[in-house]
C-alpha cells in the first residue's frame, strides 16, 4: 500500500524559512514526478511546485517562484520544499502529490499526479 507522508509545517514569522518533507511508503517514485500544491480556507487547491527527477527540470507557480526550492533525494525517497521570504499570503495546508508516469511536463494540475498526502499546515504570522 502507497502512502504519502508530510512534515515540516508549522508556525513562522514572515519573512522566517520553513522546510517540507515528503516521504512516500511502499513504492519509489525516483523516476517519476512529484510536487506541492496548497489550499487555504475557502480555496481551490493550487499548485506551488514540481519536479520532474532528481537534477531534473522544476516548474514554480509565480507566487512562489524565487523564494521556494524543490528538491529531492531519491537516495532517502525523500522530496522536500525550501520555503524562504514566507509572507502571511503562504499560510495554507501543503499538500505532497506523486505521480505514475513519466511523460508530459509541466505538471501543475491535480489531476495529473496519483497518490496525495494528508497535508502539514503552514501558517506565517504578520
Known amino acids: 500500500q502507497v502512502q504519502v507522508v508530510e512534515s515540516g509545517g508549522g508556525l513562522v514569522q514572515a519573512g522566517g524559512s520553513l522546510r517540507l518533507s515528503c516521504a512516500p511508503s511502499?513504492?519509489?517514485?525516483?523516476?517519476?514526478?512529484m510536487g506541492w500544491f496548497r489550499r487555504t480556507p475557502g480555496k481551490e487547491r493550487e499548485f506551488v511546485a514540481a519536479?520532474?527527477?532528481?537534477?531534473?527540470?522544476?516548474d514554480y507557480a509565480d507566487s512562489t517562484k524565487g523564494r521556494f526550492t524543490i528538491s529531492r533525494d531519491n537516495a532517502k525517497n525523500t522530496m522536500y520544499l525550501q520555503m524562504n521570504s514566507l509572507k502571511p499570503e503562504d499560510t495554507a495546508v501543503y499538500y505532497c502529490?506523486?505521480?505514475?508516469?513519466?511523460?508530459?511536463?509541466?505538471?501543475?494540475?491535480?489531476?495529473?499526479?496519483?497518490?496525495w498526502g494528508q497535508g502539514t499546515q503552514v501558517t506565517v504570522s504578520s
Open positions: 502529490a506523486a505521480s505514475t508516469y513519466i511523460s508530459s511536463w509541466p505538471r501543475r494540475a491535480e489531476r495529473e499526479y496519483d497518490y
Open positions: 519536479i520532474r527527477w532528481i537534477g531534473g527540470p522544476t
Open positions: 511502499g513504492r519509489t517514485f525516483s523516476r517519476y514526478p
